[in-house]
């Protein structure tokens, strides 16, 4: 049997540094090449060592397909690329590719300059990477040779980020990467076709959570920004442009009309620069209220939050900042809050992952003094606050994919163990499929059933809808797969294609005769009537026994039964006008009326026949 291997190199029980390795049909594909936030050593990124220690990877490999632009998913790439030494094509959206290289230079420029690593992955191998990236547009089927092909989905989750179908032959696979299945304020849901792969490997993030528990962080981010306003304490938020900045800016503009708050609320410019040049770009990828907006105004046209200038660093008084970078590594983020961190009454809300080395991680890790450089050492006094607003799907959101793709095995990925054994559970029970979770390193494998495409003609196909209507219809009822009712018919093979269709038409196209076996059994029959006597009595029996077939005479000394079986029978003794003791009923059918034939035969053989004629023959 043909099977499917997953093996993850990262994501296996295990969030952060995605990357699985698929084979399929004969074909290896690396589904993400992401790094892991939480190491700064080796394990940053996956043991690519795994895919072959001999000879070169691009063999080993037909593609590297890219979800989104988040880096633990895409931060491995340049140094898998130019560094391993992966030459084969990149697949990944237009946004994705438009995005990631930022990303990745934001993640180079941390660890090289600021940390002082060497043997790290260049600005120019970030940019001779990315040459090597195919675009996909969403529903678009892409060749990546004659056999194997990809179709990208929409996943909301962050701008440009893509569910994959990948399909080689008949078997087929779904690879989610991050998605949501609920729109947000600036993106829409995920949605995937009833493409019913051979398997789904999904994420589970929040494979336990049932419960809307984004509308909770939201709610208690709110609630913290609000006390902090009372107290009178400035709140700063380091986003990325594109991150869920725009979300929580719609968030609070419509929170501060609702509590009618007059404290203001600013964000850098730069920000809105970059983010509408990326949204007005992509539009087509966001939600339809964000697409109308733009429509009417620009995208940070709001009634409480205003610009930023450096100047408003001292204003006194509460207010809220949005500013970039989101991980507090260098600008305007970290010079607010160089300034705002000594005082215990102000608060900083850091909305989303930080790379181990910056300022971000640092103040999340609970670090109370904060080196800069030998001159500047950052006293932490204000209320630092984590909330991952990321867009995951969660329990609820992963069966709804399930019951939406219908797949035959799903795999778990992108999640921790424990949560993964729950939702494993639930899955096995409410689809009655095989569930996996595999570690980092091991390797799952699913067998897939290969099915063979066949054209039916339209003769048979008839056939088969009236014999349904007929006799067939009550088994059809009782049968719980109505579609898997067996057809007869001629497989006819020619080049490529395979066709079922009448015997009648497959002898005519092949320039064929037909050749009828016939079974052939013989009966002895006793009897007291003269022999041309005994043949008109057989008749009338026959047809009275069998009143749905037509019994003929078809020569002498022989008849049909429904023009098909036919019995011949000859008088034991040469004289025929005398009396005969016995006759020899020769019954004889073809393959087909088989059922008729062999109870025509049991008929006569079990004697049914010969006393009803004795009878008659007293009676007459
Ligand atoms: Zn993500």
Known sequence: ??????????????????????????????????????????????????????????????????????????????????MVG?????????????????????????????????????????????KKVVTVNLHQTVKVDDELEIKAYYAGHVLGAAMFHIKVGTESLVYTGDYNMTPDRHLGAAWIDKCRPDVLITESTYATTIRDSKRCRERDFLKKVHESMDKGGK???????????????????????????KAPIYFSTGLTEKANHYYKLFVTWTNQKIKNTFVQRNMFDFKHIKPFDRSFIDNPGPMVVFATPGMLHAGLSLQIFKKWAADEKNMVVIPGYCVAGTVGHKVLSGQKKIELDKKSIIDVKLSVQYMSFSAHADAKGIMQLIRQAEPKNVVLVHGEAGKMDFLKQQIEKEFGIGCFKPANGETVCMETIPTIAVDMSLALLKRKVM??????????????????????????????????????????????????????????????????????????????????????????????????????????????????SSCTALVSWTLQEEELGSHVLSLLRDRIIRPVVSLDESSV
Request: proline letters at 6%; glycine letters at 6%; hydrophobic letters at 40%.
């Open 1 to 82: 049997m043909p099977d499917i291997k997953v093996v993850p190199l990262g994501a296996g029980q295990d969030v952060g540094r995605s990357c699985i390795l698929v084979t399929i049909g004969g074909k290896n594909i690396m589904l993400d090449c992401g790094m892991h936030m939480g190491y700064n050593d080796e394990r940053r990124f996956p043991d690519f060592s795994y895919i072959t220690r001999a000879g070169r990877l691009t063999q080993h490999l037909d593609c590297v397909i890219i979800s989104h632009f988040h880096l633990d998913h895409c931060g491995a790439l340049p140094y898998f690329s130019e």
């Open 86 to 130: 992966y030459d084969g094509p990149i697949y990944m959206t237009h946004p994705t590719k438009a995005i990631c290289p930022i990303l990745l230079e934001d993640y180079r420029k941390i660890t090289v300059e600021r940390k002082g690593e060497t043997n790290f992955f260049t600005s120019q191998m970030i940019k001779d990477c990315m």
């Open 235 to 261: 709140v700063l938020i380091p986003v990325f442009a594109l991150g869920r900045a725009q979300e929580l800016c719609i968030l609070l503009e419509t929170y501060w009309d609702r509590m009618n708050l």
């Open 467 to 580: 014999s349904l209507e007929k006799k067939d219809a009550k088994r059809a009822k009782l049968s719980p797969h109505n579609n898997h009712l067996p057809v007869q018919g001629v497989l006819v093979i020619k080049d490529t294609s395979v066709r079922l269709v009448e015997p009648a038409q497959a002898m005519k196209e092949l320039g064929l005769t037909e050749h009828k076996l016939r079974f052939t059994s013989s009966v002895i029959l006793e009897t007291t009537v003269p022999y041309h006597v005994f043949i008109e009595k057989l008749q009338s029996q026959l047809e009275r026994l069998l009143p749905n077939y037509p019994v003929q005479r078809v020569a002498e000394g022989c008849l049909s039964v429904d023009d098909s079986v036919l019995i011949k029978i000859s008088p034991s003794s040469d004289d025929v006008t005398h009396e005969a």
